[in-house]
């Protein structure tokens, strides 16, 4: 069981926040062509939130958050997830001692700092909700007992694309629990080709650069930091009106009354601005810009935007209403 969480006070505004910058250039030499997973997976530690990745399988989803854990002072658990896997498989459960005649809570895979969920939607509905309650609250209850997780706390659960047969999607309320939904590609045959020669090297064990190690208290003055990043108010205000927008989209174009079946929550809202301020930090802008905010808004909207029937049978995704929005909402 991990360690109750730690409070940063501004006091420790001198801390050396400038390494969780050079973390981001460490990962980018370990994580071939997937800057956004790199990107994304470092919001989502500043701004405290879970990351839900769709890609097809050898993207380095798994290497992207092991190099990570290996840059910071946390540890990780890889966590596979089949059909037959049950709730106390994630959360740990009460064993019964001879010895003492007593029973003690073993912890499960989830007292850890960084988790990978991997094919999330292979697990049942139980399972999901699980993890998904101890994503949103920070802690597990077994028992008449709560137990708190560690901080920081971070979920990166990827989904598989190709297939779905024997998958249980997760409903639309238990995704917009995840800060961001990220979708990646193939990399690039020059990328391709740089993979390859990272992947002889690893072979013949040659010597790899160490990675940058930050600690829990450099993290906590980095989030602090973030949080306190200035934000006009116009740039505030388009934020809003673009969340408000997913909620009366026929105002900004017709063909979307018919496109979204229900907009984006107030989730969405703070998402938005954990998550702009956290993509202006990493840039070492002292501020936030309507950049900032485009920057993220696909990956924190196209999860919580609802498609209608309608547009599904005209080949209409979510990627594109938050496109078609980001055009028409006028930037203050």
């Known amino acids: 069981m991990k360690e109750p969480a730690v409070h940063v006070t501004t006091d420790m505004a001198s801390a050396d926040v400038g390494t969780v910058r050079q973390l981001r250039e460490y990962l980018q030499t370990r994580v071939l062509g997937q800057p956004e997973l790199v990107d994304r997976l470092l919001i989502a530690l500043l701004a405290d939130g879970h990351l839900l990745v769709e890609g097809a399988p050898g993207l380095a989803k798994t290497t992207a958050i092991k190099e990570l854990a290996a840059g910071l002072e946390a540890d990780f658990q890889r966590l596979q997830f089949t059909p037959d896997l049950l709730p106390g498989d994630l959360t740990g459960t009460e064993v019964y001692r001879p010895q003492s005649g007593e029973f003690h809570f073993q912890p499960g895979p989830l007292f850890h700092h960084l988790i990978l969920a991997d094919e999330i939607n292979r697990a049942p509905a139980k399972v999901q909700s699980a993890l998904l309650e101890a994503m949103a609250e920070r802690q597990i209850t077994v028992g008449s007992t709560t137990y708190p997780l560690g901080d920081p706390f971070l979920v990166m659960a990827t989904q598989n694309p190709i297939e779905q047969e024997g998958t249980y999607p997760l409903p639309e309320a238990q995704l917009d629990r995840f800060l961001m939904y990220v979708r990646i590609g193939y990399p690039a045959a020059d990328t391709e080709r740089a993979i390859l020669e990272l992947a002889r090297r690893s072979e013949r064990q040659a010597s790899v650069p160490a990675p940058v190690q930050v600690t829990r208290t450099q993290l906590f003055a980095a989030r602090d930091e973030v949080r306190r990043l200035h934000m006009a108010p116009a740039v505030e205000e388009y934020l809003i009106q673009l969340v408000l927008a997913t909620r ?34 990493l840039r070492g802008n002292d501020y936030v810009s309507p950049a900032d905010v485009q920057a993220v808004a696909a990956d924190v909207l196209r999860h919580r935007v609802l498609v209608s029937y309608e547009a599904e049978a005209e080949g209409v995704t979510a990627d594109r209403i938050v496109a078609t929005l980001l055009a028409q909402v006028p930037v203050a």
């Open 248 to 281: 009366t989209p026929g105002a900004y174009a017709a063909e979307l009354e018919r496109w979204v079946s229900f907009g984006a929550s107030p989730r969405a809202t703070i998402a938005l601005d954990r998550c702009a301020r956290a993509h202006a930090w």
